[in-house]
Each structure stands twice: as structure tokens, then as C-alpha cells.
């Protein structure tokens, strides 16, 4: 439960949040019927998600969790707060994939295979004349009722229950269509001519006139309960398949740790880890949680939390993240973050959020659900009584009212946005892009200009040694490595990056003597008996070596100027260095219709060196701006009509992330920038912008391709039943269809790369 400053229905802002897990629901009809209930209560907000079965519920002060609960109850269903997490399974025949593990869906794959093989030969006897003896019907009786009263005992029971609180729920068409069919069957058995040795039944695809009393439904009551349990038991399967991305990505972390405590080894559960705790990764061994390293020397492999293949070198000082593995060296760690605080944890309810969440497309899909099916009954009754009057035939226009109750169920209208979005979200997070929730994939559809900050997204983030010129007859090498070790003695960021090179390039570096800070000017100091110097300390200086300062400068470089006993020896140029994926990136983002501009504090030359290298238009460049001036330059692109999207990792970004229409944080930035966000790129990778984008527009396309399939068969297939052109088990197969080919083609989103 956390705290938040959402509004509530009743106007009041919430105090707290909470998530139920919701029982009982069977359609989008019964997910919209509970968010009703729980939206009526006053100080109450709350989502009801149908493919998660979850509310996600902000309540204001003097509301109880207890009341939401027993609001739910109340309306025919169940409702309780997520027990504990529990240990990860051991094996992956433990998990939720595996069916035959799955109490719930164990269950109903026994209630399937059982009606399934008692259907079997009532629809054969139906549809084929040849295979119908002398009272074949009695038989298709006895195989059919145990079909009808036990494998569709869950619809008949959700009916019923619905019916008490005064609703009509898809399971309230398939109960009274079933039952109505064998009702039908019953009476033309035992009242009728139907129960007669000898006769013989036809089966139609389409409605036809009949003799009612010598006419039974058999096998329409007990092949629509088996085919409408087969899409009820592939629904469920594809749902949980669409969960997997979150659940295996919370079973990530490790479940014992090494901790030192009194200098050895204690093997104890990651929940025990505190804050400030010190413990031991082996080689092989994942991290238990995110924490700096404060011994030893390793790799360490990101690739299950970013998506990113090669591992990462880590040393004392460098910080990892929980869940990683460590691909070499013994690594000693200091807890920084445990629980619910860790990346990982943050990351998974960054998904569990969105997931939970709903796009706009689908509220109208939940508004269209909820008055859905009384419109549906009213139908088929009109369609009763239309062809009754017009045709005399009671048989036929039972036959077409029927076939209306059964193909009309909104089971695909409630399924189209949630699976997709689990998918999709799920999908993201196993690439390192978390989405933060269903209304920021309309944002992506819309976005024609991305932003990008300059430090730490386009560039690294840190100074390195990029150019070195010497004068006439000096050594390089001899430059580098008495430069370098002066540099070493400095805590400077250019100093840094100096040193760094120098001892890349030139190895060891010697020690220092007599090391003195001129400020604003540079270093001297004593190098193997030399009085060497860095910085601006030269007054004069050789023609080739002014000119490589000067051109330095004009590629936005740092030039220092180094030499010893009173002589400017050589140039080095230092700068922020641009990675090497941003020039891919930008081009990707043009690809995708966008026009990307760079942002930056620093000064103009700098910033137009860099855009020219990454592939920027000097005119779409803002240089020397003012962090608190970035949210003012996102405005005013705004107020030109562009649709803007922000990309950055730092403080100064928050402000201008949460103004942007589409506010993309990278994951290696500041918590602040990641908190602001719509999209976090775990990777400190710029192209992971543009998969983000595709990503988001692709689960997108999917929801708006589900929807368009599940409005488009039920506006297109109730005009059919009505007419009497749809056998009622031939509509009811359909039905079944509709709902499993929108999970299917949500799962397609798993494939995306």
C-alpha cells in the first residue's frame, strides 16, 4: 500500500492505494459490473483489469480496505489482498506454464477433456444421418446432461449469481442459450415426436423451417458448453503465457547471500540482507542485491535485467545491480538497496503498474461490454418474436434467437487491450524498456520530435583523452607518461581523463614531487627531476602546436597545453566522449518519422561538434541552456505544434521529462529522471529510445487490430444469427474462435526484437 495524490471519484484526493485480487470474473461485462461498484463509493478511484483479474483501488481517508472488499463481495464476486511473495520455483515444472501445476487450470482442463469426449458423439450422431440407429437420441441424452448441468455447471452457477444482484454477464448468454437448447430437447423428447424409434435428424449450418415437436438441440447444448470451455481453457493458457515476461522477471533475483559478519561467511535468505551489509558474489553466483563493489575485480553479466549481451567490467567504487551475475572474479558488495527498493523490484512494479493499467481504447471497449449484454437478450427476444409472427415456425425462430444469444458473447472486447499490454509490457521489460502504463502508447503514436540531452545520453557522460599532438622531435609516448603522472595528482574531471589515457596509452606512470595547484591556470610539479606543467601556463607557444589547440577548441574539445623546463612540448584535447551507438540511434529515430534535436548547458561549438558527429542538424541544436530552462525550450516546441518527446538522465531533465509528451529516462541516470519518465531504457544505450518506440507503437497497433476484430465479428456475426443464416453450434464455435485469436495475436508481441 502506498501513498499517492491521485483524485478519487468522489473528488477527494486519495490517501492511499491498494490491489485486490479479484475472483469470479469470467468477461469484460463482470470486470466493468466490479469497477462500478467500487467507483460508486465516495472517496473511492478504482481500475478492475480483466486479464490480470486485479483492481487497482486510491481511497481517501475513512475508507477501509475491508469495505472495498466486502463492496466486491457483494457484488457477486470475491475479493483480497496479493499474499506475500512467495520463493521462486526450483524448477520450471513448478510454474504457472505448466498447466497440469495450475490447480485452477488443471480443473478446468479436466472439465474440458471430459465434456469434450461426451460431445464428441452426440455432434456425430447430429451431424452425420448415416450413423443415427433406432433411438440414437436417447443415447445422445444420456451423453449430453451430464455436458450440459456439470461441464457448464461455472456458467449456469456465474448466471445465477449475477442474476441475484440484477446483472447479465457474458456467462448469463451461454447458461440461457445451453439450457434453453436442452429444455427444448427435453420437452420434444418426452411431450413431442422427437422420442419416437426411428426418427432421424439433419444437421444445418443455417436455420430452416421444422416440424418443433420432432426437433432436438443436443448437440447445440453440449458442443457449445465443450467449445466455448476449449476458448475458456486457451484463453486462460495464452493468459498466463502473457504474464510470464513479469513473473519470470520478479523470480530474477537470488535467494540465498553470503554475508560477512565477524569476518566469515554466513549463508543466509536475501529478505534477512540490511543496509550497509557485506556480502560475497562468487564467480557463477547472481547478486543478491544493488550495492558498490568494495573488493575484488570481475564481470558482470547485465543481460537479464537490460537486455545487453556483453558484460560489464566492475572494480571497488563501481556500483552493480541485483539479479546480475557475476561472470569472473570474487567480488566483495555492499548492500545499497534491499526489498521492494531494489532496481529489480522497481522495474517489476513498473510493469505490474502498467500492466494493470488501461489505455482510453479500452475504457470504450469496458463501456460498449457493460451494456452489451442486456442489449443482446433484448435482440434475441426481438428476434424470437420477429420470425415467429413472420414465419409461424417456433422451431426456426428459437433455433436463430438462440444462435444470437450464443454468438453475440463481448468475451474478445474485454481481452483485446489487457493481453496485449502484458504482453507488450512484459516483452519490454525482458528488453530493458519499462512502460510505464497504457496511456503512454498513445503518446508514442503521436510524437514527431525527440529531444535528446547531450551528457550522459548522447555522450557518456565523462571526459576522455581524445587527440594528442607533440612538437618536432618528442617522444608521444615520454609526453603521456610524464603529463599523465602529474594529471594523477589531480582530482580535475579533465585531470582524470588525462591520467586515464596517459596510462592507457603509456602504462605505469611515475610518482610526483612538489605537486602545486595553480589555480584557474593548471598543475606543475616534479616528474623523474623534470619541473613538468599542464594546463595554461604557457605564454608562448610552437605554430603547430597552437594550431592543434586551436583546432581542438573548434571541435568543442578542452585543449591543455604540456611540457617541462620551460618548454610547451605537446597538445593533448580532451572531451566528453560521444558513444558509439548515438549516431545509429539518431538514425533509427529519423526511420521512424521523428526529428531529433540535441540539449545542452554547454556552449554552442561544443554542442554543435557533437550533433554534427551524431547526424543533428546544426539549426536543431539549443546550446547554453539552463537546466531550469529545458522545461521552457519543451514548451516552446509545444506551443509550435510539435508533439515532443524528452529523452535524458539527470536531475536537471525531471522538470523537462514530465512536461514532454512522451518522457523517456535512461536507466543509468538519476531516480529522479526515472521517476519522471514514461519510459525507462534500463540500458544506457540511445537506439534502446528508438525500440522503446517501436515497441510501444507495435502492442499499440495490436490493441487497436484486436479491437477492430472483436467489434468488427460481433457487429458483423449478430445480423447473421438474427437472420437465421448461423447453425447456434456453429456460432458458438465461432465465439470460442474470436476470443483465443485475440490472444494469439497479442502473443505475437513476444517476438519482437
Not at 74 to 94: H, K, L, N, S, V
Not at 333 to 347: F, I, P, S
Not at 481 to 510: F, K, N, Q, Y
Not at 588 to 616: F, H, Q, S, W
Request: net charge neutral; hydrophobic share 50%; glycine share 10%.
Amino acid at each position: 500500500m502506498t501513498s499517492t495524490t491521485a483524485q478519487t471519484g468522489g473528488g477527494a484526493p486519495a490517501t492511499a492505494e491498494v490491489e485486490l485480487l479479484i475472483g469470479g470474473m469470467t468477461c469484460a461485462s463482470c470486470a466493468a459490473r466490479v469497477e462500478k461498484k467500487l467507483n460508486r463509493m465516495a472517496g473511492v478511484s478504482a481500475t478492475v483489469n480483466f486479464a490480470t483479474e486485479k483492481a487497482k483501488v486510491a481511497y481517501a481517508d475513512g475508507v477501509r480496505v475491508a469495505d472495498l472488499i466486502a463492496t466486491v463481495e457483494r457484488t457477486g464476486y470475491t475479493a483480497a489482498e496479493p499474499p506475500p511473495p512467495e520463493p521462486a520455483p526450483e524448477t520450471a515444472a513448478d510454474t504457472p506454464e505448466h498447466p497440469e501445476r495450475d490447480p485452477e487450470l488443471g480443473a478446468l482442463r479436466h472439465r474440458l477433456l471430459v465434456s469434450a469426449l461426451l460431445a464428441a458423439p452426440v455432434v456425430l450422431l447430429a451431424m452425420i444421418p448415416a450413423l443415427q440407429f433406432d433411438n440414437w437420441q436417447w443415447l445422445s441424452l444420456t451423453l449430453a446432461a451430464p455436458v450440459v448441468v456439470w461441464g457448464g455447471a461455472p456458467f449456469h452457477r456465474a448466471a445465477w449469481t449475477n442474476l441475484r444482484h440484477g446483472a447479465a454477464t457474458m456467462d448469463t448468454l451461454v447458461s440461457v442459450g445451453t439450457l434453453a437448447a436442452f429444455g427444448w430437447s427435453l420437452w420434444a423428447l418426452f411431450l413431442g415426436h422427437a422420442g419416437m424409434p426411428g426418427m432421424r435428424d439433419e444437421f444445418r449450418l443455417t436455420v430452416s423451417r421444422m416440424d418443433g415437436a420432432s426437433t432436438i438441440y443436443l448437440e447445440v447444448a453440449a458442443g457449445v458448453v465443450a467449445l466455448i470451455l476449449l476458448g475458456r481453457y486457451l484463453e486462460a493458457r495464452s493468459k498466463r503465457r502473457a504474464g510470464a515476461a513479469l513473473r519470470a522477471l520478479m523470480e530474477l533475483g537470488a535467494k540465498d547471500v553470503a554475508v560477512v559478519r565477524d569476518g566469515r561467511e554466513v549463508r543466509v535468505p536475501v529478505s534477512s540482507l540490511a543496509v550497509g551489509d557485506r556480502f560475497v558474489v562468487r564467480p557463477g553466483e547472481k547478486i543478491a542485491t544493488d550495492g558498490t563493489v568494495v573488493e575484488g575485480v570481475s564481470a558482470v553479466d547485465t543481460s537479464m535485467l537490460t537486455g545487453e549481451s556483453v558484460p560489464v567490467d566492475v572494480g571497488p567504487g563501481d556500483r552493480v545491480t541485483g539479479a546480475t551475475v557475476n561472470a569472473g572474479g570474487r567480488l566483495v558488495v555492499e548492500a545499497g538497496r534491499v526489498g521492494a527498493d531494489t532496481r529489480l523490484a522497481r522495474m517489476a512494479k513498473l510493469v505490474e503498474d502498467a500492466q494493470n493499467g488501461k489505455a482510453e481504447v479500452q475504457r470504450l471497449a469496458d463501456r460498449v461490454s457493460a451494456v452489451f449484454v442486456p442489449v443482446v437478450l433484448l435482440i434475441a427476444l426481438g428476434t424470437f418474436g420477429v420470425r415467429l409472427g413472420v414465419t409461424g415456425d417456433t422451431a426456426a425462430a428459437f433455433t436463430a434467437a438462440v444462435a444470437v444469444l450464443i454468438i453475440a458473447c463481448p468475451c474478445a472486447l474485454g481481452l483485446a487491450t489487457p493481453t496485449a499490454l502484458m504482453v507488450g509490457t512484459g516483452r519490454g521489460a525482458q528488453l530493458g524498456i519499462l512502460i510505464k502504463g497504457p496511456e503512454v502508447l498513445e503518446s508514442t503514436r503521436r510524437v514527431d520530435t525527440v529531444v535528446l540531452d547531450k551528457t550522459g545520453t548522447v555522450t557518456t557522460g565523462r571526459m576522455s583523452l581524445r587527440t594528442v599532438c607533440v612538437a618536432d622531435g618528442e617522444d608521444e609516448k615520454e609526453l603521456l607518461r610524464l603529463a599523465g603522472a602529474l594529471e594523477h595528482a589531480s582530482e580535475h574531471p579533465v585531470a582524470r581523463a588525462i591520467a586515464a589515457g596517459a596510462e592507457e596509452r603509456a602504462g605505469a606512470l611515475p610518482a610526483v614531487e612538489q605537486f602545486e595547484n595553480v589555480p584557474g591556470r593548471g598543475v606543475r610539479g616534479r616528474v623523474d627531476g623534470r619541473e613538468v606543467a599542464v594546463g595554461r601556463l604557457y605564454d608562448e607557444l610552437p605554430e603547430e602546436l597552437a594550431r592543434a589547440a586551436r583546432e581542438a577548441e573548434q571541435q568543442g574539445r578542452t585543449a591543455v597545453v604540456a611540457g617541462w623546463d620551460g618548454r610547451a612540448r605537446g597538445v593533448l584535447a580532451v572531451a566528453d566522449a560521444v558513444k558509439e551507438s548515438s549516431a545509429e540511434a539518431v538514425r533509427e529515430l529519423r526511420a521512424l518519422g521523428l526529428t531529433p534535436m540535441l540539449l545542452t548547458g554547454d556552449n554552442r561549438t561544443v554542442a554543435e561538434a557533437v550533433a554534427k558527429t551524431v547526424g543533428i542538424d546544426p539549426g536543431d541544436v539549443f546550446a547554453e541552456v539552463l537546466p531550469e530552462d529545458k522545461v521552457e525550450v519543451v514548451r516552446r516546441l509545444q506551443r509550435e505544434g510539435r508533439s515532443v518527446a524528452m529523452v535524458g538522465d539527470g536531475v536537471n531533465d525531471a522538470a523537462a521529462l514530465a512536461t514532454a509528451d512522451l518522457g523517456l529516462a535512461m536507466g543509468t541516470g538519476t531516480d529522479a529522471a526515472i521517476e519522471a519518465g514514461d519510459l525507462t531504457l534500463v540500458r544506457g544505450d540511445l537506439r534502446v529510445a528508438a525500440d522503446a518506440i517501436r515497441l510501444s507503437r507495435r502492442t499499440l497497433a495490436t490493441i487497436k487490430g484486436n479491437l477492430v476484430w472483436a467489434f468488427g465479428y460481433n457487429v458483423a456475426a449478430l445480423p447473421l444469427a438474427a437472420a437465421g443464416l448461423l447453425n447456434p453450434m456453429i456460432a458458438g464455435a465461432a465465439m470460442a474462435f474470436s476470443s483465443v485469436f485475440v490472444v494469439t495475436n497479442s502473443l505475437r508481441l513476444r517476438s519482437f526484437r
